[in-house]
């Protein structure tokens, strides 16, 4: 992963995962996008970060290893400047519409 790209992951941001997924003999990309909740370990090579998402009024976590050769591209589509927490385990209560609320810039 590009250092840019890894500095921007941070919690609070919104992310899109493509990931490849190989089915039979064919690949294809999915793609993925939440809001990170949690980054743990740094860079190193068990680093992981957690994003969540709200399918269908269901909540839904993926956890990604960073150096996954599984993930094709990680699309950073908002990152905040500032956040009081590292791990946001408390957007888990929320509604879709109330973590907009939270997560807004001032």
């Given at each position: 992963m590009e250092e840019l790209i890894l500095k921007k992951i941070k919690p609070g941001a919104k992310v899109r995962v493509w990931e490849r997924i190989k089915e039979g003999e064919k690949?294809?990309?999915?793609?993925?996008?939440?809001?990170?909740?949690?980054?743990?370990h740094g860079k190193e090579a068990g680093g992981t970060f957690t994003v969540r998402a709200v399918l269908q009024e269901v909540g839904v976590e993926k956890v990604f290893p960073i150096h996954s050769p599984v993930i094709a591209k990680i699309d950073?589509?908002?990152?905040?400047?500032?956040?009081?927490r590292s791990k946001l385990y408390y957007l888990r209560g929320f509604s879709s519409r109330k973590i907009k609320e939270r997560?807004?810039?001032k």
């Open positions: 690949e294809r990309q999915s793609a993925f996008e939440g809001i990170v909740i949690a980054r743990k950073v589509l908002f990152s905040p400047k500032k956040v009081h997560l807004k810039t």
